[in-house]
């Protein structure tokens, strides 16, 4: 158990409306991801942290938005829903005690956008 | 975005069987990662490999940095209904300052009782 969890763990929303989706670390990690998982793309990067204020984008940024005010917390925030943003989103966290590579994650958020 | 080449995509067996699926790239890694992912679960790492030709395992599962840096192969012994899963290959590029991973696909594995 690395000391992760996503919320919510369920959404449904309607196009046009704003979302925003947490993930919580007690593990003390410098870096913090977000990816999205579809079917026959595999996990894809949105953004990552590498410290709190620090963040980059990632391959599949456009439409999102993310903020890291504490080490503890990465928002995920979709300023204007999307159908094709509905999919299942993985916070993973690491370099604790110095990077490694080793990414550990969260149960995930299935998020649907009617 | 850049992925890396994973086989097989699926795969079917019975119980009892070994299993072997690999990763390859045109890049130079400097870490290969193995991970399972269960159905509604994230995904849950199994094995971490550092340097060049290091073989390493985790109970029935054994995995492989390949020589020249560019593949890894993950192989299963004994394969039991528990290993049904989609494991993920990633590696970390040669490069100073990234703290990015290149992910594969995905193959996907069923098992037979």
């Known amino acids: 158990d690395a000391g992760i969890t996503q919320s919510p763990r369920h959404k449904v929303t309607e196009t046009g409306t704003p979302v925003t989706l947490r993930c919580h670390q007690t593990?003390?990690?410098?870096?913090m991801y977000w990816y999205r998982q579809d079917p026959g793309h595999g996990l894809r990067l949105i953004h990552y942290?590498?410290?709190?204020?620090?963040?980059d984008k990632g391959e599949v940024s456009d439409g999102y938005s993310v903020s890291r005010s504490k080490t503890e917390d990465f928002l995920l925030t979709l300023e204007s829903a999307t159908s094709s943003q509905t999919s299942v989103y993985f916070c993973?966290?690491?370099?604790?005690?110095?990077?490694?590579?080793?990414?550990?994650f969260g149960p995930g958020t299935r998020l649907t956008v009617l | 975005g850049q992925q890396l080449n994973q086989s097989p995509q699926s795969m079917f067996i019975q119980e009892g069987e070994d299993v072997s699926m690999n990763c390859t790239s045109s890049?130079?890694?400097?870490?290969w990662l193995w991970y399972k992912q269960d159905p509604g679960e994230g995904p849950v790492l199994l094995i971490a490999?550092?340097?060049a030709g290091e073989l390493t395992s985790n109970g029935r599962l054994t995995a492989q940095f390949g020589i020249t840096r560019k593949d890894s192969f993950l192989n299963i012994s004994a394969s039991i209904p528990s290993d049904v899963g989609i494991y993920f290959c990633?590696?970390?590029?040669?490069?100073?300052?990234?703290?990015?991973?290149?992910w594969g696909l995905g193959t996907s594995l069923a098992v037979n009782p």
């Open positions: 993973a966290i690491s370099g604790k005690g110095g990077y490694t590579g080793e990414q550990f």
């Open positions: 990633a590696g970390q590029l040669v490069s100073g300052n990234n703290r990015k991973l290149i």
């Open positions: 890049s130079i890694f400097n870490t």
């Open positions: 593990e003390n990690h410098r870096y």
């Open positions: 942290s590498y410290g709190v204020k620090d963040t």
């Open positions: 490999l550092y340097k």
